[in-house]
């Protein structure tokens, strides 16, 4: 750690790298204000335009005004409330599993699934391109960790074929979130199962967006279900609402209910939020209209940016990166983008490898057809 902290943070001001806190004064949406100037911005994970949903703000006052805000303790105290318990039961039967448990995070159940179920003489064999939580879960618990190349299955099962380990996981990103490609599921099952491992599902960009009733990357898997997969979907990107839930055999989540140290030895999420998640799971199901229009919008970016200097990655999800390469002018684009009123964050390393700085365009079903042409002129006018 620096002992300096003001030149530390100087030395990332000089090398373009200094974050900072943007302030947003609206809602969630197509349009957002940041910082008191109106954008179209394409820079949140709200695909199916869920955010700011009145259906589900009304859900959670409702219950607020029930059961208040605070739940006064964790869940193996008095925390475990009734809504929470209805979620679980509804997400489980939802997405095709036995049982299911209800985190405050996405980063807070990757963290406590993959400590609970691996240790030291453990092996976790990872997608190089997989999310922060997850690298951070596999360094914590201790065990090997493994990264495999993005994608690369041939170079997993070498890997699975040689090692010895207790427990071996498999852990992926279903959709990867930088570059919005996919994970190769069905045969990362067949290598689970041929090779007696746990396979680790992070669903966060395919909850909501993927199947034909949004239930996730499981829609496209065979069934019956394997007995060691490991369903995790997260509620603050297409569900609009917030927190995340593992689903997976009944032992499975027993276990956790006894080991997960980020599930035990916290405070149970507020249970108006139990009551938003499960108004956003009825908007879900009922959201086939909202995907068509997302796929039809995925469309229309990808045709027109063909006239575009710069490449989009093969990507079919909302997520459609437009790779720019050097971060400058990633850095440059952004701006000027911004000056325009259109808000689309460059994406630089360490976030990315070095050289793939891109302009990271995240669709949602609150988009319209001008909006994507209003971005696609602004970029056709830099180039
Ligand atoms: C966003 C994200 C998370 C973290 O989920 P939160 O609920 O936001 O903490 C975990 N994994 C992936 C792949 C993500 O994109």
Not at 118 to 139: E, M, Y
Request: glycine share 8%; with cysteine.
């Amino acid at each position: 750690m620096p002992t300096d902290l003001t030149a530390a943070l100087a030395r990332l001001q000089e090398d373009g790298l200094l974050r900072q806190r943007r302030i947003t004064e609206s809602a969630q949406g197509a349009r957002v204000v940041i910082d008191g100037r109106e954008y179209l911005s394409f820079a949140s994970n709200d695909y199916l335009g869920l955010a700011a949903h009145p259906d589900i703000a009304d859900a959670a006052c409702e219950a607020a005004r029930k059961f208040g805000i605070g739940v006064g303790a964790s869940h193996l105290l008095t925390g475990h409330h009734a809504l929470h318990d209805a979620f679980e039961t509804a997400f489980a039967r939802f997405v095709g599993l036995e049982s299911a448990l209800l985190f405050s995070t996405g980063y807070m159940a990757n963290l406590g699934v993959i400590t609970s179920l691996t240790g030291r003489h453990d092996a976790i064999f990872a997608d190089r391109l997989n999310h922060a939580s997850l690298v951070d879960a596999a360094r914590l618990s201790g065990a090997d960790h493994l990264r495999y190349p993005h994608n690369d299955l041939a170079d997993l099962e070498r890997r699975l074929a040689a090692s010895n380990a207790a427990t071996k996981l498999i852990v992926t990103d279903t959709v990867f979130s930088m570059d919005g490609d996919t994970a190769r599921v069905p045969e990362l099952l067949s290598l689970a199962e041929k090779y007696d491992a746990w396979l680790y599902l992070d669903d966060a960009h395919g909850f909501g967006v993927l199947g034909e009733h949004g239930q996730g990357i499981l829609a496209s898997c065979p069934l019956p279900l394997f007995h060691r997969l490991i369903y995790l979907a997260t509620f603050g990107k297409a569900a609009g609402v917030a927190g995340a839930a593992v689903a997976g055999s009944t032992p499975l989540i027993e276990y956790l209910v006894n080991r997960a140290r980020t599930w035990i030895y916290t405070t149970a999420q507020p249970p108006m939020l139990a009551a938003a998640a499960l108004k956003s799971l009825e908007l879900i199901v009922a959201g086939g209209a909202r995907r068509d229009r997302l796929a039809m919008l995925i469309m229309h970016l990808r045709e027109r940016a063909r006239r575009l200097p710069w490449p989009l990655l093969d990507s079919s999800t909302p997520i459609q990166p437009l790779m720019v390469g050097d971060n400058t002018t990633a850095l440059r684009l952004s701006q000027q983008l911004a000056e325009r009123g259109i808000w689309l964050p460059a994406i630089r390393p360490p976030t990315v490898p070095e050289g793939t700085a891109r302009l990271r365009i995240s669709l949602s079903a609150a988009h319209s057809l001008e909006d994507i042409d209003r971005l696609c002129d602004a970029l056709e006018a830099w180039a």
